[in-house]
C-alpha cells in the first residue's frame, strides 16, 4: 500500500488474541498493586472537564480502531469484502445515476472531433497512483516503467496534437494489472481483455482494480497477524487509555455493570445469614474482587442486549450475544429432552441414543429462534408433534402399546410451556448452565479440563464445552486487557476512602 494507506493501517494495529489465554497471574497483580504505576494502565481520576468536539472525534476514531483491531485479531474468518449497495436502496440509487452520468460524459468527450482527453487523462493519472500503491519498496524497474508510459503530462502533450493511443494505455494498464493481480483475479482480467469499448473498459478497470486493493488489504492482514498478535493487549488497553483521556465517562455503564454486582453479592450475604448469635455485624462483609468480577461475567450471558454493553465489552459484544443465543437454544433443548424422560421415561429405557434423537430433532425448528419473525410457541408445538410421532414409531417397532391421547397432549403441553415466564423446568436447566459457567470461570489458569457437567446436561454436553471454551477466552482476554481498569472500579466501590485517608471497613447503620 502506498504512504497513506500505511499510515491508515498504521492507525488501526491489528493482532489476534490465543484462545487459551490466562489471566489469572494478571489479575491478581492487578488487585493487589497499584495499577497507576504501569505504562499503561487507566490514569488516576481527574476533575470532570468539558469535552470538546475535537476530542470526541478523536475518541470515536480510537474506539473504530480499536473494535476493527480486535475483530481481525480474535475471529480468524475475519477479511474485508467488497459489497455493491443495494440497487433498490437510496443510496444505490444515487450512485448508480452519478457513476451513469460521469460514463456518460466521458463517452461524449471522447465521440467529439476531435475527441476531448482530459477527463481521460485524470483517470488513467489516478490509475496510475493505483498501480504504484500496489508495489514493494524494491520493484523499482516496474514502478519506472508505469511512472513513463502512464506519465500524464506526456498524455497530455499527445492528447493536444490528437496522437495520444488511449486503447494502447489501457491495454498496458490491463497486462500491468494481470502481473499484480492476485490468481483469483485472473479471470477478471481476461475479461477486461475481451471488452472493445473504451469507456466500458475504463469502467470495468476500475471496479478490478478495486477488487485488487480489497485484496492487498486482505493479504496484509494475514502476514500482519502473527506479529500483531503478540501485542494485542498492550495495543487495546493503550487505545482504551487514550478513549478514557479524551472522554471520562467512558468506563460510567462498566462502573455501574460491576456495582450491580457488588450489591448482588451483599444481597446474597445478607441473606444467608450465616452468622452465629452475638456476631458483630456490623463488620462490612468481605466480597472476593475476582468473585465480583466474574459474577459481572456471568450478567452478560442474560444481558439485554436492546441496551448498551459496558464499554470494556464493546469488541466483543456481538460474540457474546451469540453465545447467549446458543445457550438459550441449548436449554430448550435439554429443557425438551428432561420433560420427554420424566414421562416416557420407561417407554424409551432401551431405545439407543434416543436423546439424541430428540436433540435433532429439535435442532432444525429452533434455528433462528432469537429473531424477532420466530414464533418460539409455535416451533415448540412443532417440536411436541415430532417427538410425539417418533416416540409412537419407536414404540409400535417394539410391539409396544402406543402413547394416548392424553399423554400425548400432557407431553405436547409441558414442551409449549418452557418458555412461559417462572416455568420449573427452564429455571432448574438455566441454573445448572449458570452453574457450568461459573464453575468454568473459577478454574485455575494451568487447568485445561471442563468442569463436571451437572445433570440434566448430559445431551448437550459437546456444545456446551464448545460455548463454554469460546466463553472463557473471551473472559480471559477481557481480563487480560482491561484488569487494571476494573482494578481501579473495585478498589474505589469495595474499599471507599473516608475522609480521614482510611479505608471503610464498617457498613453504615441503615
Not at 392 to 410: F, H, K, V
Not at 473 to 490: C, D
Amino acid at each position: 500500500l502506498n504512504d497513506d494507506q500505511s499510515s491508515d493501517s498504521d492507525s488501526s494495529r491489528l493482532s489476534e488474541s490465543t484462545a487459551s489465554s490466562s489471566d489469572s497471574e494478571c489479575s491478581r497483580q492487578s488487585f493487589n498493586s497499584d495499577s497507576s504505576s504501569k505504562p499503561s494502565s487507566p490514569a488516576s481520576a481527574s476533575p470532570p472537564k468539558t469535552v470538546t468536539f475535537d476530542e470526541l472525534m478523536a475518541a470515536a476514531r480510537n474506539l473504530t480502531d480499536l473494535t476493527l483491531a480486535h475483530e481481525i485479531a480474535v475471529n480468524a474468518n475475519f477479511c474485508i469484502k467488497h459489497e455493491d449497495l443495494p440497487q433498490n436502496s437510496f443510496a444505490g440509487t444515487v450512485k448508480q445515476i452519478v457513476h451513469k452520468a460521469f460514463w456518460d460524459h466521458l463517452e461524449s468527450e471522447l465521440n467529439e472531433d476531435p475527441p476531448e482527453y482530459e477527463h481521460a487523462i485524470k483517470l488513467f493519472k489516478e490509475i496510475k497512483e493505483i498501480l504504484l500503491s500496489f508495489l514493494t519498496p524494491g520493484a523499482n524497474r516496474i514502478r519506472n516503467q508505469i511512472c513513463e508510459v502512464l506519465d500524464t503530462d506526456l498524455i497530455r502533450q499527445q492528447a493536444e496534437h490528437n496522437a495520444v493511443d488511449i486503447h494502447g494505455l489501457a491495454n498496458y494498464v490491463i497486462n500491468t494489472m494481470g502481473k499484480l493481480c492476485a490468481p483469483v483475479r485472473d479471470d477478471d482480467i481476461k475479461q477486461l481483455k475481451a471488452t472493445d469499448n473504451i469507456v466500458e473498459l475504463l469502467r470495468q478497470i476500475f471496479h478490478v482494480l478495486d477488487l485488487m486493493k480489497m485484496d492487498m488489504a486482505n493479504y496484509m492482514i494475514q502476514n500482519l497477524r502473527p506479529y500483531l498478535q503478540r501485542n494485542l493487549v498492550d495495543y487495546e488497553r493503550s487505545k482504551f487509555q487514550e478513549i478514557l483521556e479524551e472522554t471520562p465517562s467512558a468506563l460510567d455503564l462498566t462502573t455501574e455493570w460491576i456495582k450491580e454486582s457488588i450489591e448482588d453479592e451483599l444481597s446474597s450475604v445478607s441473606d444467608e445469614s450465616s452468622s452465629p448469635p452475638g456476631a458483630d455485624r456490623c463488620s462490612k462483609p468481605i466480597i472476593s474482587p475476582v468473585l465480583v468480577l466474574n459474577n459481572s461475567y456471568l450478567k452478560l450471558l442474560q444481558w439485554d442486549y436492546r441496551k448498551t454493553i459496558p464499554e470494556t465489552l464493546i469488541t466483543d459484544e456481538a460474540r457474546l450475544q451469540e453465545l447467549r443465543e446458543k445457550l438459550n437454544q441449548l436449554k430448550i433443548i435439554a429443557c425438551v429432552c428432561l420433560i420427554t424422560n420424566n414421562m416416557v421415561g420407561a417407554a424409551i429405557v432401551n431405545v439407543p441414543d434416543f436423546a439424541d434423537q430428540l436433540k435433532r430433532i429439535s435442532v432444525p425448528l429452533l434455528e433462528g429462534m432469537n429473531k424477532k419473525t420466530c414464533d418460539l410457541k409455535e416451533a415448540l408445538n412443532a417440536i411436541g408433534v415430532q417427538i410425539c410421532n417418533k416416540l409412537n414409531t419407536s414404540l409400535t417397532e417394539r410391539g409396544l402399546p402406543t402413547l394416548n391421547a392424553e399423554m400425548q397432549s400432557n407431553l405436547m403441553g409441558q414442551i409449549a410451556h418452557i418458555v412461559e415466564e417462572n416455568n420449573p423446568i427452564s429455571s432448574l436447566i438455566d441454573k445448572r448452565i449458570q452453574f457450568f459457567m461459573r464453575s468454568l470461570l473459577a478454574l485455575p489458569s494451568f487447568q485445561k479440563g471442563m468442569p463436571t457437567m451437572p445433570g440434566g446436561l448430559a445431551v448437550i454436553q459437546t456444545e456446551m464445552e464448545s460455548v463454554g471454551s469460546q466463553y472463557a477466552s473471551i473472559v480471559n482476554f477481557n481480563k487480560q486487557v482491561y484488569g487494571p481498569f476494573y482494578a481501579n472500579i473495585l478498589k474505589k466501590l469495595l474499599f471507599p476512602v473516608t475522609p480521614t485517608g482510611k479505608a471503610e471497613t464498617e457498613t453504615p447503620t441503615n
